[in-house]
């Protein structure tokens, strides 16, 4: 499976961005996708995963009610939508993929994809 993310980018405290995944090759292996960041001097972090055949989502608590994770089954993208950025938000930001989901951890996420840098300036 190969993971191709987009979005990204510079934004100020309060705006929003939406990065997108698309998965390709053997994806009927995968019933997770997700996102995951890490910030400068830090551990990567669960951010975001839902399952593709039931839609169900799972957060991280400080983005609940900030960043939205949906998915299109039928062309195997996830998207997160971000709102109101903080400048803690500010990581790299990897979409996984994987057989399991598991909330808060990356068990299970098998495949990655390349970081996209999301920035945000206080």
């Known amino acids: 499976v190969q993971l191709q993310a987009s979005g990204g980018g510079l934004v100020q405290a309060g705006a929003s961005l939406r990065l997108s995944c698309v998965a390709s090759?053997?994806?009927?292996?995968?019933?997770?996708m997700g996102w995951f960041r890490q910030a400068p001097g830090k551990e990567r972090e669960f951010v975001a995963v839902?399952?593709?055949?039931?839609?169900?989502?799972y957060y991280l608590d400080p983005v609940k009610g900030r960043f939205t994770i949906s998915r299109d089954k039928a062309k195997n993208t996830v998207d997160l939508r971000m709102n109101n950025l903080k400048p803690e938000d500010t990581a790299v930001y990897y979409c996984?993929?994987?057989?399991?989901?598991?909330?808060?951890?990356?068990?299970?996420?098998?495949?990655w994809g390349k970081g996209t840098q999301v920035t945000v300036s206080s």
């Open positions: 090759g053997r994806t009927s292996d995968v019933y997770g």
């Open positions: 996984a993929a994987g057989r399991r989901v598991v909330e808060g951890r990356e068990d299970g996420m098998e495949y």
């Open positions: 839902i399952t593709m055949s039931g839609g169900v989502p």
